[in-house]
């Protein structure tokens, strides 16, 4: 494989032959990285920390740190990322800690902008946008193609639902519901995700029952649990109302309105 002479790579790591580790990169044992990776230079990668097909990462990036929580002490946990992502410049993603499932997730097909933060514990999806200084804390859960916006705070354990969409230099402290548009110093919703929803394929029925839901979930002035039932009872119940109503169910830290 190609790797710069100035690299430092463990022999205890596993590198896939077509990986090309640039220069003053520092792998460590335990590393799995997959076919066509490229490392640009000065990349340190540790842990137990698996990268998919394709992935390239930018310089100064730290992959695989141990997790920032007072109550981790040297546990074996993980980072496991997809493949074919883009990671920049100095982005952080970190390793599990013990108190969630053991591993941090990145999916695949993702766009990680520099300076942006993915905590231990976070289960991103595929299709992730994360802008510029985007930061993540613990056990933060991100659905399928939503985008974060530049300079975002999200709270620990909030989840921010699939095809959403957050305006930069957001607060999130509640869970964004997917299909939405939120922003703010404490986060709103500011309606759907219209233009993102069409660009990945949504029908204009799909949108247009999404909107009446909305506005029966968000806009009228019903109790959560009144205006899901009116939900169900006056929009048809397709695979995205379904997906909608289980997100707001499982709500954790409440639904942002």
Avoid: W
Avoid at 116 to 142: E, F, P, R, W, Y
Avoid at 206 to 217: D, G, M, P, Q, T
């Amino acid at each position: 494989m190609p790797v710069h002479p100035t690299a430092i790579v463990d022999e205890k790591a596993d590198i896939h032959e077509t990986a090309d580790i640039g220069p003053f990169c520092i792998v460590k044992a335990g590393v799995k990285i997959g076919k066509n990776v490229k490392l640009q230079s000065n990349v340190v990668i540790e842990g137990k920390t698996e990268i998919g097909e394709g992935t390239s990462i930018f310089p100064f990036a730290c992959i695989g740190m141990p997790p920032q929580d007072i109550k981790y002490k040297g546990e074996e946990t993980g980072l496991k990322i997809g493949g074919n992502n883009l990671i920049r410049e100095y982005v952080t993603i970190h390793r599990a800690s013990v108190s969630g499932d053991g591993v941090t997730e990145v999916g695949d097909n993702c766009f990680i902008m520099a300076y942006s933060h993915i905590a231990h514990d976070c289960k991103i999806g595929k299709g992730v946008i994360m802008a510029n200084a985007a930061t993540l804390a613990g056990h933060v859960s991100v659905g399928d193609y939503a985008i974060i916006g530049g300079i975002v705070a999200v709270h620990q354990f909030t989840r921010i639902g699939a095809y959403a969409m957050v305006g930069g230099m957001s607060g999130i402290g509640q869970d964004i519901p997917p299909y939405m548009i939120a922003s703010g110093a404490r986060a709103k919703l500011f309606g759907l995700n219209t233009v993102g929803l069409k660009r990945h394929g949504f029908t204009d029925e799909s949108v247009s029952e999404l909107k009446k839901a909305y506005r029966i979930l968000f806009r009228e002035k019903n109790t959560l649990k009144n205006a899901i039932k009116k939900v169900q009872e006056e929009v048809p119940y397709t695979g995205e109302i379904q997906h909608l109503l289980d997100f707001i169910n499982e709500k954790r830290r409440g639904i942002c309105r």
